[in-house]
């Protein structure tokens, strides 16, 4: 079994400070989000923000993915590469996914953004989404397992019509932006590795409106949902406590585009 880094109070403080700052640049697309603009604003709104705290973007030229952060219109599931000639339209569901590197820590999170007014397919993946991240989260402590997680996950993303990507996972991250353990959204209660308080990982659910399979695109990166259904996925970034856990991804306001719409009609 691989080791599962434990992080200092040193490693923690770090990760807080590059968790904040991942949040807040997510936040700040939420909040400039309109139809009509595209991916590639998307993309230079992440770098100048992120080059603007003296951070550096994780993705750009990470196993080399040739932007600065990645962007999923609709049936994407995850690595969508931004372009100028992907235009955001109203009805749109889109995952932005912001990385940042500081001081030698990684802050991964991301979110789906409703683009105008949402079809009843978009609401319901995209809530469903959210709500499997709020439950992985919900069964975070220190003598808690992964298949825990999983399980949550996929019990409320099966019962609600919905599946779960079983091609991508979670990552322990700190120093390295993919590390130990792998943290698969599907899962057993009561089987897989045990969490201990000092963990730091991602929990980022992939959720499919349709079928779980997925094909890469032949730009090697987009990841797209093999029956074209539309496909939603919510990420933080994650420490371990005694008694559950601390997210070093948290926001300190709703997220503008996402949060509340759902209520909408
Ligand atoms: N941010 C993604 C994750 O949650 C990974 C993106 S890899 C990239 O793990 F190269 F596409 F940026
Ligand atoms: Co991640
Ligand atoms: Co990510």
Redesign the pocket.
Known sequence: MALVNIASPQDIQRMRVVGKMAAETLMLVGEKLVAGMSTEDIDRLVREDTLRRGAKC??LH??G?PKSV?TSINDVV??GIPAPDAILKDGDIVNV?V?TLYDGYHG?T?ATFYVGKPSEGARRVTEVSRKCLDLGIAEVRDGARLGDIGAAIQEYAEANGCSVVRKFVG?GIGKKF?DEPKVSHIGKRGTGVRLRAGMIF?I?PMINLGDYEVDILDDD?TAVTHDGSLSAQF?HTILVTRDGCELLTKRDGPLANSEGLSLLG
Do not use: I, L
């Open positions: 994780a993705p990470y196993h993915f990645c995850c690595h996914d990385t991964d991301s990552h993919h991602t980022e990166w990420e």
